[in-house]
T-cell receptor, first 115, second 113 residues
């Protein structure tokens, strides 16, 4: 059974810092990994999708890397801003069988960027 | 930009009542999902739906739950005889392909009293 873990559980940084969020998964047989942002009481906003054949994806100040064989992904946020404050979720889609795109989520990292 | 829309945003129901949560997926998407998030816990998969039938369901998705795509646009989750422990945020999601990017709605907060 796939298990996804995110470290740290919470992170508080001053504005302008570069930061790294970590995600690990126990079963390396994945189709893809997706990073989401969740604001309090709101839905999930997709940030980046990395296919299993890819090493990284970039969108603006965000860069996500994937090391499938070791079961790890990182989300790098450059020059953090107060508006980046949210919970960041990592989710994987398992390969094989009849997964049909089911996502398994980590518990999230709560990020606070203070001015 | 196309988005997944869910209604209502918040629903309060009495224990034992039936509720229907509604979703309009992105129009050219073929795969539909329901997830839930109990307060303070992980987002959990409930069910996936493709080609007008359930393709996968979790152990949470028992006989109390059902899904339907009654027309070409709506996708519904019905919970029969709600229990207190069904209180959660329910998210609908859709994707164009089986393992392509999933887009989520804003959620329906269900409170069972």
């Amino acid at each position: 059974k796939q298990e996804v873990t995110q470290i740290p559980a919470a992170l508080s940084v001053p504005e302008g810092e570069n930061l790294v969020l970590n995600c690990s998964f126990t079963d390396s047989a994945i189709y893809n990994l997706q990073w989401f942002r969740q604001d309090p009481g709101k839905g999930l906003t997709s940030l980046l999708l990395i296919q299993s054949s890819q090493r990284e994806q970039t969108s603006g100040r965000l860069n996500a890397s994937l090391d499938k064989s070791s079961g790890r992904s990182t989300l790098y946020i450059a020059a953090s801003q107060p508006g980046d404050s949210a919970t960041y979720l990592c989710a994987v889609s398992n390969a094989g069988g009849t997964s049909y795109g089911k996502l398994t989520f980590g518990q999230g990292t709560i990020l606070t960027v203070h001015p | 930009e196309p988005e997944v829309t869910q209604t209502p945003s918040h629903q309060v129901t009495q224990m034992g009542q039936e509720v229907i949560l509604r979703c309009v997926p992105i129009s050219n998407h073929l795969y539909f999902y329901w997830y839930r998030q109990i307060l303070g816990q992980k987002v959990e998969f409930l069910v996936s739906f493709y080609n007008n039938e359930i393709s996968e369901k979790s152990e949470i998705f028992d006989d109390q739950f059902s899904v339907e795509r009654p027309d070409g646009s709506n996708f519904t989750l019905k919970i029969r005889s709600t229990k207190l422990e069904d209180s959660a945020m329910y998210f609908c999601a859709s994707s164009r392909g089986e393992n392509t990017e999933a887009f989520f709605g804003q959620g329906t907060r269900l409170t069972v009293v």
